[in-house]
C-alpha cells in the first residue's frame, strides 16, 4: 500500500524573521528575563507551599508573588515588542498563537491574585490558592514555550 507524502512541515521562522530575531536586542532580553522569572517562579512556590503547610511566612511568600507577577508583566511587554520586532505584530503572530492566548490566562490569574491581595478578597489562604492556579497556568505557558523553543532548534538544524 502507497503512502501519499507527508506535508513538509512549516518553518518556524522565514529566514527574515530568522534574522531579525537574531539581531534584536529583544531576543537577548528575552533570554535573560526567562530564566530570572523561572527561578523566582520556583522560589516563591516553595514559600507558597510552606505559607499553607504551615501558616508561617505570609509576607515573604506575598512578596515574592508581587515579584513574579511584576516579572511576568515585564517579559509579556518585552516579549510582544520582541514579537513586533520578529513577526510585525504585537501579539498572536501565527508561529505563536496559543502561547500568546495562554499568557493572556496566565496574566489574568497572577492579576486576580494582586486583586484579591489589594481588597482582602478571599484571605490570605485564599489569595496564596489563586496564586497557585497562576503559577499551575505559568509551567503551562513556560512548557508551551520551551518546546517552541526546541522546535525552533530543531528548525534551523533542518536541510532547507
Do not use: C
Request: net charge positive; aromatic share 14%.
Amino acid at each position: 500500500m502507497s503512502h501519499p507524502p507527508r506535508a513538509k512541515a512549516a518553518r518556524l521562522y522565514t529566514p527574515e524573521q530568522r534574522a531579525r530575531r537574531d539581531a534584536t536586542v529583544w531576543t537577548v532580553v528575552q533570554g535573560i528575563l526567562a530564566p530570572v522569572q523561572f527561578l523566582v517562579f520556583l522560589v516563591s512556590l516553595g514559600l507558597v507551599l510552606r505559607y499553607l503547610a504551615t501558616g508561617d511566612g505570609y509576607a515573604a511568600a506575598t512578596v515574592s508573588i508581587l515579584v513574579k507577577t511584576g516579572l511576568l508583566y515585564t517579559i509579556m511587554v518585552t516579549g510582544a515588542i520582541w514579537e513586533k520586532v520578529v513577526f510585525g505584530q504585537y501579539l498572536f503572530a501565527p508561529a505563536f498563537f496559543w502561547e500568546d492566548v495562554f499568557s493572556f490566562a496566565v496574566i489574568a490569574l497572577h492579576t486576580a491574585y494582586v486583586w484579591a491581595l489589594w481588597t482582602g478578597a478571599a484571605g490570605p489562604a485564599g489569595q496564596m490558592v489563586i496564586a497557585l492556579a497562576a503559577y499551575l497556568a505559568y509551567a503551562i505557558n513556560a512548557t508551551q514555550f520551551l518546546i517552541k523553543l526546541r522546535m525552533a532548534r530543531l528548525d534551523a538544524e533542518a536541510p532547507a
